[in-house]
């Protein structure tokens, strides 16, 4: 017998636009399903182990308060259970990884603990279900509005179907889109259709950012040489027409110029992690990949605590271009999805056995995958990172010329009349399915209009993450982890503002006094709706 749960608002998908959505519908007096497909809640920042790509001017504002709390909490939990150094312990923006891509790299568990604490209160009320794992797989739809969605559980356990008054959409590829009939858009819109000065004359709906399958490691004593990939020869002979050599090398292309470059690869580097400043201004932090991803630096705790550093690997040679993992027949999805994970372990026999060596050799066998650190049997992330979405036909679609810093420049991004958070990213797409090298555009800091929430027709569902109305270039800065967690928070409390007062959500934005009231109400749950003077880069 298929089980029903019922709530005033249904969260699909628990990345963290899902937590953020359910924790602010929670926090407004509502009811609560939250479903998530891997076993932790979290997405980018844990089941995908992703440290967080943040703006320069993380620790001052530019986010939410929800967000700062979370990353408060992830700070406090290392000072309250780690032995930190006395240096760590007193550094105010502590950063336990020193990596350089975020002024705040961890450990994923740490950022699981901390969510689980964050939620933990309502569980324990009861006003929010908890469904895991689970994924969605069928809709009732009664013509504009969504009645219930269908779950299947991963692992062969029976259907559940679920339903609320609003339905969001938290999942990584928008599922509940096509699931629901809602309008959407896929890959690399046409500049006829957007203007876009970065996008091609025709529309490339397959044309997609490659995904990727990461992983941690550190660097001990002894061999730790995982078995030869199967089809190892090919990815070590594979040779993108871009790339300027191998995938599986230490020379690519700078994201930024798309000059080749050589990369550095140093394990366990004598550096002092609290003289690290991770300011994407002032550099990507990518030259030697062991500290670009750094997530636990052995220095910031006392010693023998680590017997290494651990690093995150997300690099350029991780990243899976062959095709797209949704939006093709499910055998080739899963084809794709396997050729990425194949492409990881790939990645790290040839770490082990052949990358070159600084003093001439080949190799580091002493490089160790910590399966402990991402939660599974074979050490990779539990979930794929999947940079790019089905998106909503949306009531306003953010293009390139809102917030490129070459189109512009001085006058600062676009002002919304309707916005409902800030962001701040360059535009950074990786290599596509359809064959293109990084696109790569300065950014001025943004905002998060209303508007690209709102699907053109239905009524009840709302995207809470990747899904709302961007174009495919757009999405290259409004997918990171607080622009993600901005997103959800307000679809969240445009949920619950609808039911409170009745009203559908595109009412709220088409009178200026319904607008400036549910900005209000955002601005007081600590959602910043406009920035400070501050230059793109």
């Known amino acids: 017998m298929t089980r029903e749960f019922d709530a005033d608002v249904l969260v699909v998908g628990g990345g963290l636009g899902g937590v953020a959505a359910a924790l602010a519908a929670l926090r407004s007096g509502r009811s609560v399903i939250l479903t998530e497909e891997y076993d932790w809640l979290g997405g980018q920042l844990t089941s995908q182990a992703v440290p967080p790509d943040e703006h320069s001017w993380v620790e001052r504002f530019g986010v939410t308060a929800s967000y700062r709390a979370l990353r408060d909490g992830i700070r406090d939990h290392y000072r309250r259970h780690y032995p930190l150094t006395e240096g760590a312990r007193a550094w105010r923006d502590l950063n336990p990884g020193a990596g350089w891509v975020s002024r705040l790299c961890h450990e994923p568990r740490v950022g699981l603990a901390v969510i689980e604490a964050m ?9 929010l279900r908890v469904l895991q794992p689970y994924r969605p797989v069928a809709a009732d739809v009664d013509g504009d509005r969504v009645r219930a969605v269908r779950l299947a559980h991963r692992d062969g356990g029976p259907d559940i179907v679920a339903s609320g008054r609003y339905v969001l959409d938290a999942t990584e590829t928008g599922a509940l889109l096509p699931l629901t009939g809602t309008e959407y858009v896929t890959g690399f819109e046409s500049r006829t259709e957007t203007g876009e000065p970065s996008a091609p004359w025709a529309a490339q709906p397959l044309n997609m950012q490659a995904v990727s399958i990461c992983f941690a490691i550190d660097h001990v004593d002894g061999s730790h040489v995982i078995d030869r990939p199967a089809n190892y020869a090919f990815w070590r002979d594979y040779r993108p027409e871009f790339w300027g ?11 930024r110029t798309l000059e080749i470059v050589e990369r550095s690869f140093t394990p366990n580097p004598d550096d002092d992690p609290l003289a690290v400043n991770a300011d994407q201004r002032l550099n990507p932090g990518d030259g030697n990949l062991w500290t670009f991803r750094r997530i636990a630096a052995r220095r910031n705790f006392t010693g023998g605590t680590y017997g290494s550093d651990i690093t995150l690997v997300n690099w350029p040679m991780i990243d899976y271009f062959e095709g797209p993992v949704f939006e093709v027949p499910e055998d080739e999805a899963r084809r794709h999805l396997a050729g990425a994970e194949e492409l990881s372990r790939c990645v790290l026999y040839w770490l082990q056995t052949e990358a070159p060596r600084l003093d001439g050799g080949a190799g580091f066998p002493g490089l160790r995958l910590r399966s402990d650190v991402t939660g599974t049997l074979d050490g990779l ?5 999947i940079r790019e979405s089905r998106r909503i036909r949306a009531e306003y679609t953010v293009v390139e010329q809102d917030l490129s810093l070459a189109v512009r420049g001085a006058r600062g991004a676009v002002r919304y009349r309707d916005s409902v958070g800030v962001g701040m990213y360059r535009i950074d797409l990786h290599p596509s399915t359809g064959g293109d090298n990084y696109i790569d555009v300065g950014s001025c800091p943004f905002e998060i209009p209303l508007g690209a929430l709102l699907p053109r027709r239905m009524e009840n569902l709302l995207p809470a993450g990747k899904a709302i109305g961007t174009t495919h270039i757009t999405n290259g800065c409004y997918r990171l982890h607080p622009v993600e967690w901005n997103i959800g928070e307000v679809a969240g409390h445009l949920a619950a503002w609808c039911l409170q007062h009745d009203l ?9 006094d319904r607008l400036a009231a549910f900005q209000a109400r ?16």
């Open 119 to 127: 939620l933990a209160p309502w569980r324990g009320s009861g006003r």
């Open 504 to 512: 559908p959500p595109r009412a709220v934005r088409a009178r200026p």
């Open 522 to 537: 955002l601005e007081g749950q600590g959602v910043e709706l406009r920035w400070p003077d501050v230059v793109g880069y």
């Open 245 to 255: 050599g191998p995938l599986l090398g230490w020379r690519s292309p700078h994201p």
């Open 381 to 385: 992330a539990q979930a794929p990172y």
